[in-house]
């Protein structure tokens, strides 16, 4: 079946370090791909999404690339912000969405 | 904003209880999701509807039954409460038919069974 796999945390990075969070999956075909966050005591918000091979997804500076070769998805961001700490979630289209476990991120000032 | 709402933060209920958690959207969304999330396994996939009257079993059924009466509610059940089912659960919608169409997440619900 479907499955994602994401890169244990936490990961800890001093202001403006440059993240990656690197994601995988399993699928049958090539499922629309996404990265949701979710920021402490609130529900996950779509963060970013890409729906075809080499397509890029990007929002608030973060991004990500589909990668149909790799089977990945990771997550890029230039420069983070404390702002930015939150636990971080890879997932995939099938029937219903399928997700990874999170990743956490603390940013530190 | 498509707004999703569940109906209660914070729950504590005793094993053996039967406990009703609900979610409602605004959005006259056709598909509603309930999942648990719990630490170092994510979110996992309790059951789903594409319509009114209409369920399908997720990856983690067991214990659980869901109602959909309504088109804007969609109710997760624990017939019979046990500690093993303390967890955060989110509610979920999306609009029919559009595979590359994120879900919208209610705030969570986190249920203790004492």
């Known amino acids: 079946g479907d499955s994602v796999t994401q890169m244990e945390g936490p990961v800890t990075l001093s202001e403006e370090a440059f993240l990656t969070i690197n994601c995988t999956y399993t699928?049958?075909?090539?499922?629309?791909l996404f990265w949701y966050v979710q920021y402490p005591g609130e529900g996950l918000q779509l963060l970013l999404k890409a729906t075809k091979a080499d397509d890029k997804g990007s929002n608030k500076g973060f991004e990500a690339t589909y990668r149909k070769e790799t089977t990945s998805f990771h997550l890029e961001k230039g420069s983070v912000q404390v702002s930015d700490s939150a636990v971080y979630f890879c997932a995939l289209r099938g029937r219903a969405l399928t997700f990874g476990s999170g990743t956490r991120l603390q940013v530190q000032p | 904003d498509v707004k999703v709402t569940q109906s209660s933060r914070y729950l504590v209920k005793r094993t053996g209880e039967k406990v009703f958690l609900e979610c409602v959207q605004d959005?006259?969304?056709?598909?509603m999701f309930w999942y648990r999330q719990d630490p170092g396994l994510g979110l996992r996939l309790i059951y789903f509807s594409y319509d009114v009257k209409m369920k399908e079993k997720g990856d983690i059924p067991e214990g659980y039954s869901v109602s959909r009466e309504k088109k804007e509610r969609f109710s997760l059940i624990l017939e019979s409460a046990s500690t093993n089912q303390t967890s955060m659960y989110l509610c979920?919608?999306?609009?029919?038919?559009?595979?590359?169409?994120?879900?919208?997440f209610g705030s969570g619900t986190r249920l203790t069974v004492v």
């Open positions: 979920a919608s999306s609009p029919p038919g559009d595979l590359n169409y994120g879900y919208t």
């Open positions: 959005m006259d969304h056709e598909n």
């Open positions: 699928a049958t075909g090539y499922p629309s």
